[in-house]
C-alpha cells in the first residue's frame, strides 16, 4: 500500500531553516510527480511546490519562490523541501502528496502523507 | 492564477438527504486537446490529511462510495453526495490542476442538521 511518512517539522526562529523530508513506499516512486501542500491553523490548502518524476521540472507558488527549494532522491525514494528565511507565515502542516498520472505534473493527489508542523515563531 | 470560488462556506444537511457544494473557476479548465476537466474534489476530515474524492470533474477514485458524484465543465462544477452518511461530516476542497500555481478553493464545511 502507498505510504508517506513526513519529518523534519518543528519550531524555527523567523528568517530560519529547516528541511522537511518525505519517503514514500507501496508504489514506482520514479514515474510519480511528487508535491507539498501546506495547510495554516485553522485555514484551508495551499499548493507549494512540485517536482517531477526525472527532477527537471519544478514548479512553486509565487509566496516561497526564491526560499524554498523541492529535490527528490530516486534511490532513496525520498523527496525533500528546503526552505530558508523562513516567515510567520510559513506557520503550517506541509503534507507531501503523490500526484494521480504517471510523468506529470499537473495532477491531482491521490494519495497524502499524515503531514508535518512547522512553526515559525520568535 | 487561477481563483477556486466555493459555495456554500457551511452546509447543514439531516441525514438521508442530499448534499450540494458548488465550485466556479476564474477561467475554464477545459484542456481542448483531450476535453478533459483538469478539475478535483477532496475531503478533509477533523485531524487527518484530505482524500481525493474526484478527478477530471466527474471520476471517482478508487474506494470512493458511489454517493459521491461530480459533474460541471468549464468554470462551474458540482459536488453532489446523494444521501448524507453520518461519516461524510468533513470539509470538501475543490482543486484546479489546469495551470501553475495549483490552487484550492476555500472549503466547504458539511455538518448534520
Known amino acids: 500500500q502507498v505510504q508517506l511518512v513526513e519529518s523534519g517539522g518543528g519550531v524555527v526562529q523567523p528568517g530560519g531553516s529547516l528541511r522537511l523530508s518525505c519517503a514514500a513506499s507501496g508504489f514506482t516512486f520514479t514515474n510519480y510527480g511528487m508535491h507539498w501542500v501546506r495547510q495554516a491553523p485553522g485555514k484551508g490548502l495551499e499548493w507549494v511546490a512540485v517536482i517531477s518524476y526525472d527532477e527537471n521540472n519544478k514548479y512553486y507558488t509565487d509566496s516561497v519562490k526564491g526560499r524554498f527549494a523541492i529535490s527528490r532522491d530516486n534511490s532513496k525514494n525520498t523527496v525533500f523541501l528546503q526552505m530558508n528565511s523562513l516567515r510567520s507565515e510559513d506557520t503550517a502542516v506541509y503534507y507531501c502528496a503523490k500526484g494521480l498520472r504517471t510523468s506529470s505534473v499537473y495532477d491531482a493527489f491521490d494519495f497524502w502523507g499524515q503531514g508535518t508542523m512547522v512553526t515559525v515563531s520568535s | 492564477d487561477i481563483v477556486m470560488t466555493q459555495s456554500p462556506d457551511s452546509l447543514a444537511v439531516s441525514l438521508g438527504e442530499r448534499a450540494t457544494i458548488n465550485c466556479k473557476s476564474s477561467q475554464s479548465l477545459l484542456y481542448d486537446s483531450n476535453k478533459k476537466n483538469y478539475f478535483s474534489w477532496y475531503q478533509q476530515k477533523p485531524g487527518q490529511p484530505p482524500k481525493l474524492l474526484i478527478y477530471?470533474?466527474?471520476t471517482r477514485a478508487s474506494g470512493v462510495p458511489d454517493r459521491f458524484s461530480g459533474s460541471g465543465s468549464g468554470t462551474d462544477f458540482t459536488l453532489t453526495i446523494s444521501s448524507l452518511r453520518a461519516e461524510d461530516v468533513a470539509v470538501y476542497y475543490c482543486?484546479?490542476?489546469?495551470?501553475?500555481?495549483?490552487?484550492f478553493g476555500g472549503g466547504t464545511k458539511v455538518e448534520i442538521k
Open positions: 477530471w470533474a466527474s
Open positions: 482543486q484546479q490542476y489546469y495551470s501553475f500555481p495549483l490552487t
